[in-house]
């Protein structure tokens, strides 16, 4: 006679299968996450590696010292030094009656005889004088200049001149080489040999005046005082910024130099080079990087590290007619991604006043879009 085995232990039996079947699933699953996980590691590996086996396995430093050769052969003679009288205002007059100054600038038009050069190379002087490479020197007028961009371009009336051409910043990359040109301590025009160490920087903790619009390049080529004005050229002769500031402990190079990058000087020369003052768009924020602020963004629930945070929204001004608010995170702007506070100034400032553009941003996890229109930027005539 056989004997049936308990209900319960049936039950049990079956809860014990559904439980098992159940952890073989989730094992299933987060095996496969693991192995995805795992694949995707395993193809970033191949990837840096075939990238690594393009690399030379040898560098040949006679080719490399001979193109640097070539490069400044080729932009050398472009290049001056600018020497500045400044006179001495106020009660200091009887004591400092006059300042020199010293800073470098590169020929642009040689038919014209335009040189480009830092706005505060040339501030406040009452005479320049340009001395070229071939020893010739001559009195420069103003044609143009910008206090919040530092540029400024100036004009001198000779022949014979050698012009050197703007490139794209843009094209440029981190660890691209680069030299530096100019005429530092007012030795004479003199070269460095660096890389392109960083992109988009504000110059954060560097004094630099009046400069509004930053996003500059950054290199590790050496810049001393008297550099200032003169070109960041690649390794194709062309100038892909102007050398402006120096971080530094000391006042002389310690690594960490910046330029305007060539980008941002061919928007604004046609408008220099008329000698108007330059127009620019306005939106009316106070903006930070979302990098520069990563805990508050986190703290309101954005994630990424890319955006412009808003700390300040202007009364009347066009960012609050359009419903922007302290916090937001500005992502677009007339079409082009923000990535970072001087992506939108530079974006905001290449407007021309009176435009309608659509600026978008993030606000408690939703995506807004409005369109606003840009005025002129009311402190430009300062």
């Given at each position: ?18 439980l ?39 560098v ?30 106020g ?96 030795q004479?025009?003199?070269f ?46 062309e ?10 402990r000391?006042g ?36 930070t ?17 890319y ?49 309608d ?9 939703s ?16």
């Amino acid at each position: 006679m056989s004997v049936m085995p308990p209900r319960r232990e049936r039950l049990s039996t079956r809860s014990l299968f559904l439980l098992f079947a159940v952890t073989l699933f989730s094992a299933s699953l987060l095996l496969r996450l693991d192995v995805l996980g795992y694949l995707g590691y395993q193809m970033e590996r191949g990837r840096l590696r075939a990238l690594r086996e393009t690399l030379p396995q040898q560098v040949d430093l006679v080719s490399v010292s001979h193109l640097t050769r070539q490069v400044a052969a080729a932009v050398g003679p472009s290049v001056v030094q600018i020497e500045t009288h400044i006179p001495t205002l106020g009660p200091l007059y009887h004591v400092f009656p006059e300042r020199t100054g010293f800073g470098s600038g590169f020929v642009i038009d040689a038919a014209k005889g335009y040189l480009l050069t830092n706005e505060h190379v040339i501030r406040d002087a009452d005479w320049i004088r340009v001395r070229l490479t071939d020893g010739r020197s001559f009195e420069a007028e103003v044609v143009g200049s910008d206090r919040k961009t530092d540029l400024a371009v100036i004009a001198i009336d000779a022949d014979r001149l050698h012009e050197v051409p703007l490139g794209d910043s843009t094209s440029m990359e981190i660890g691209d080489e680069v030299l530096a040109v100019g005429n530092p301590f007012g030795q004479g025009v003199s070269f460095s040999r660096g890389i392109i160490s960083a992109k988009g920087r504000d110059g954060r903790n560097i004094i630099i005046g009046d400069v509004v619009y930053r996003g500059f390049l950054q290199t590790d080529a050496v810049i001393n005082p008297g550099n200032s004005g003169g070109p960041l050229v690649n390794m194709s002769g062309e100038v892909i910024g102007i050398n402006m500031a120096i971080a530094s402990r000391t006042g002389s190079s310690e690594g960490v130099g910046f330029a305007i990058p060539s980008e941002r000087i061919q928007r604004l020369l046609p408008q220099l080079l008329k000698g108007s003052p330059i127009v620019r768009g306005f939106l009316g924020v106070r903006p930070t990087s979302v990098l520069v602020v990563r805990e508050l963004a986190l703290e309101l629930g954005w994630e990424h590290s890319y955006g412009v945070l808003v700390l300040h929204v202007d009364p009347d001004s066009p960012a609050e007619d359009a419903g922007l608010l302290v916090n937001d995170i500005i992502v677009t702007f007339a079409g082009r991604d923000m990535p970072a506070a001087s992506d939108l100034f530079d974006a905001v400032a290449s407007v021309t006043p009176g435009s309608d553009v659509t600026v978008g941003w993030w606000r408690n996890g939703s995506l807004h879009e409005q369109s606003v229109r840009v005025v002129h930027r009311p402190d430009d005539n300062e």
